[in-house]
């Protein structure tokens, strides 16, 4: 069964820094693309960054490039978004997803951790 | 940048009725890259449908996705209980990801 959990999440004051981390099980991580994407509290999906399988690509939405770094250890099966310069409207539900390139799509989604950026 | 829309913002129907959800897309799409989500409170999205109109493992045949170009349908074709919940499609394109802004379906 394919697992992945998400840690790190916290209140953090505008600025601030912040690292995410997920970690997978139930499937090939070391063979599998990955994924950042968030929900604001009562809106809709936003896609934050992807990494390819091997490390070597990454990709980020215009509203975090620059800020955030999106990395991963394929020998803890770890995917990990380092945050930085962290502002109100960060402020969401991070979700960790494995994603399928060649097809767009993204079959698998933890359960999220909270995001918060308030003073 | 591809921007999607989805119709209507909230659905009200009763259960065993048909629900049909659309997304438009500002620029013509791939339906390849087309797929659809579903989202319970408190839970986080499950993929329904992907390359428009191929169910992801698991699906029940009451979804069914259809459409090319720029407009897309998500179908239910009779509502149980557990589909009153919250609908997302989402296009891939030039390595990044669009969502539309979601379709509630809600019990009438």
């Known amino acids: 069964e394919v697992q992945l959990l998400e840690s790190g999440g916290a209140l953090v004051q505008p600025g601030g820094s912040l690292r995410l981390s997920c970690a997978a099980s139930?499937?090939?991580?070391?063979?599998?693309?990955m994924s950042w994407v968030r929900q604001t509290p009562g809106k809709g999906l936003e896609w934050v960054s992807a990494i390819s399988a091997d490390g070597a690509a990454t990709y980020y939405a215009d509203s975090v490039k620059g800020r955030f770094t999106i990395s991963r250890d394929n020998s803890k099966s770890t995917l990990c978004l380092q945050m930085s310069s962290l502002r109100a409207e960060d402020t969401a539900v991070y979700y960790c997803?494995?994603?399928?390139f060649g097809a767009g799509y993204f079959p698998y989604w933890g359960q999220g951790t909270l995001v918060t950026v308030s003073s | 940048e591809i921007v999607l829309t989805q119709s209507p913002g909230t659905l009200s129907l009763s259960p065993g009725e048909r629900a049909t959800l659309s997304c438009w897309a500002s620029h013509s799409v791939t339906s390849n890259y087309v797929a659809w989500y579903q989202q319970r409170p408190r839970q986080a999205p499950r993929l329904l449908i992907y390359g428009a109109s191929s169910r992801a493992t698991g699906i029940p045949d009451r979804f069914s996705g259809s459409g090319s170009g720029t407009d897309f349908t998500l179908t239910i074709s009779r509502l149980e209980p557990e589909d009153f919940a919250v609908y997302y499609c989402?296009?891939?394109?030039?390595?990044?990801?669009?969502f539309g802004q979601g379709t509630k379906v809600e019990i009438k």
């Open positions: 139930g499937f090939t991580f070391s063979s599998s693309a």
């Open positions: 997803a494995k994603v399928l």
């Open positions: 989402q296009h891939y394109g030039s390595s990044s990801w669009t």
